[in-house]
């Protein structure tokens, strides 16, 4: 570890603020698509559905959430007249489903598409690609200074201020920042102030923007300077070229007087771009989800073999077990290339000496823990339930401890590449407390978030005291932990409502877990470059906030 890094780990993160749904824009293009026109070539449109209440329902924009499964369908169509897509007119070219998750994930998604009953619709695919337009992830830091300004009190020197305005679609103007008074001064030079880009310029760089320099009068009635027109595109380039310097022209001045040529100069002393990374920019820059289950195989649940066991397979109803794990690993299964997944079991004898174990392998293989897919980790769950013999206590820091390990190791990268999940499904309070929290605080450094779901109806009240929403967890020698990292919910209280609720509820922290963890080190996504960093300064003309685009397209090559 550097000794940077040594005196950044004293520190606590900087303070992330709550995630807003990300606004994604997805690109699209198709290839090889049939041709049902006999003459001519076939006029593609596609028809975008999102699953909503067990239907599909047509939408315009889509606003992204990594705790829901977002599921979508691409309709492609030969649209002959003016009619809505969708009308028997059209003829069906084709369709393709996925998840948001998926797309966002991979960042480009080729799917065959596919017709009625699921034949292939000949060679037909279609790409879609994902872009995040939510533009709420930057501010910069502006510095201004003037020269020569008119002036314009009897006895004394101007006392300017200067405003900065955005000029909206319909012409209007919004104030954005206004400076402080600088008494009796012609060449002032004003404090730097923050904005962000969404407050600048609506994250529209060529936007015009209006600058307006005032002698500020104690009565209200301030004499106007002057003021000049730019954007903050122009701002940038002018100060990459150290040409930032504008005339501040008062319009009647120029009209009445032949010579005249300015009122001043207003000069851009400083510019720096900040970029607020988000959590979809990690997921879009390739940063994995990894997903491990660790599961409660002490005797408290019952014998599996009775129906009142919380273990009980029931051929027609999952058990709670089941219900949190499926719910929880089909959200992280989008966000993970390999879809392999860790699952471990605490609290049981196992074989082949029957010793007790707090963080075995659940498909009893010690060199390879990873299930293929979350079927497979239910799979290999309903192998091991008659191979174990249910016992105690109920211990979670060894698995605690056990994926740290595997964070620890990729923190050590330096990249934004990998983030852990741990989620503990278990049917009482644990029995190593002091041991948990100790091994939570440790984790609290790493790319690890924690989720505990309490199944069964057990007194769970203990268990709050890991989750940090009451206050700072602490180590039983009183070190706080770095970071929240743990979610507690007990499954009781979600039991009625269905799977993606339960989805919802527990992993709704974890994006700005992630983000909050990565700034704390000061890692960007992957792809940006190790010299930018979250909310760190860039100055123009160096790789900096980037423009948005805002177009969609349809292509058919």
């Not at 060529?206 to 005032?214: E, I, M």
């Not at 004499?223 to 005339?247: L, P, R, V």
Request: hydrophobic fraction near 35%; proline fraction near 6%.
């Amino acid at each position: 570890m550097s000794a940077g890094s040594e005196r950044r780990a004293a520190a606590a993160p900087r303070a992330v603020p709550a995630p807003r749904a990300s606004r994604v824009e997805l690109r699209l293009s198709c290839r090889h698509l049939l041709d049902r026109d006999p003459l001519t070539k076939s006029d593609p449109s596609v028809l975008l559905l999102l699953r909503s209440q067990n239907q599909w329902v047509q939408v315009f924009t889509l606003d992204y959430y990594f705790e829901e499964v977002q599921k979508l369908r691409f309709e492609v169509y030969d649209t002959r007249g003016p009619s809505d897509l969708g009308y028997q007119d059209d003829d069906f070219l084709g369709g393709m489903e996925c998840t948001l998750g998926q797309i966002v994930a991979q960042k480009k998604v080729t799917r065959a598409l596919l017709l009625r009953f699921g034949r292939n619709a000949g060679k037909s695919t279609i790409t879609v690609t994902a872009e995040d337009i939510s533009g709420n992830n930057g501010y910069v830091e502006l510095s201004f200074r003037a020269r020569k300004l008119d002036d314009k009190d009897l006895f004394s020197k101007s006392d300017p201020f200067l405003e900065l305005y955005r000029v909206n679609d319909d012409g209007s103007e919004q104030l954005v920042y206004r400076t402080e008074v600088v008494k009796d001064n012609l060449s002032p030079v004003w404090e730097p102030f923050k904005v962000s880009l969404n407050t600048l310029c609506s994250c529209e760089e060529t936007r015009p923007l209006k600058c307006l320099v005032w002698d500020h009068d104690s009565r209200g009635k301030h004499d106007f300077i002057g003021e000049f027109s730019t954007t903050f595109e122009e701002m940038q380039k002018a100060f990459g070229e150290d040409q930032a310097q504008w005339d501040c022209v008062n319009a009647k001045y120029r009209q009445k007087r032949r010579n005249y040529k300015n009122s001043g100069v207003v000069i851009l002393a400083d510019l720096k771009s900040y970029r607020v990374h988000s959590f979809l920019d990690y997921i879009m820059g390739g940063c994995q989800i990894h997903f491990t289950v660790a599961i409660d195989f002490t005797a408290s649940n019952g014998d599996p073999r009775n129906s009142c066991s919380l273990h009980y397979i029931n051929p027609f109803q999952p058990n709670e077990y089941l219900q949190a794990l499926v719910a929880v690993g089909e959200i992280c299964q989008d966000y993970d290339s390999d879809k392999r997944f860790s699952a471990l079991g605490f609290g049981a004898r196992i074989p082949p000496k029957y010793e007790v174990s707090h963080d075995f392998a659940i498909n009893f293989n010690p060199e390879d823990d990873e299930c293929e897919g979350i079927q497979g980790v239910v799979e290999a769950y309903r192998n091991c339930l008659p191979r174990v013999q249910l016992y105690g206590p109920t211990n979670v820091a060894p698995v605690i401890s056990k994926v740290a390990r595997m964070a620890a190791a990729e923190e050590s990268t330096g990249e934004a590449s990998q983030y852990y999940i741990l989620l503990v499904l278990t049917d009482g309070v644990v029995t190593d407390m002091a041991d948990a929290r100790e091994a939570i605080v440790r984790a609290s450094h790493l790319p690890m978030s924690i989720i505990i779901v309490g199944v069964g109806n057990a007194d769970f009240t203990d268990m709050q005291t890991l989750d940090g929403d009451e206050g700072i967890l602490r180590s039983p020698r009183g070190e706080p932990a770095l970071r929240d990292i743990v979610q507690f919910v007990p499954f009781r209280e979600l039991k009625s409502a269905s799977p993606a609720a339960l989805a919802k509820c527990v992993l709704a922290e974890v994006p700005r877990q992630v983000v909050e963890y990565f700034s704390y080190r000061e890692l960007p996504p992957r792809g940006l470059g190790t010299h930018t960093h979250d909310a760190g300064p860039e100055r123009a003309g160096q790789p900096g906030v980037r423009p948005v685009s805002v177009s969609s397209t349809l292509g058919v090559p």
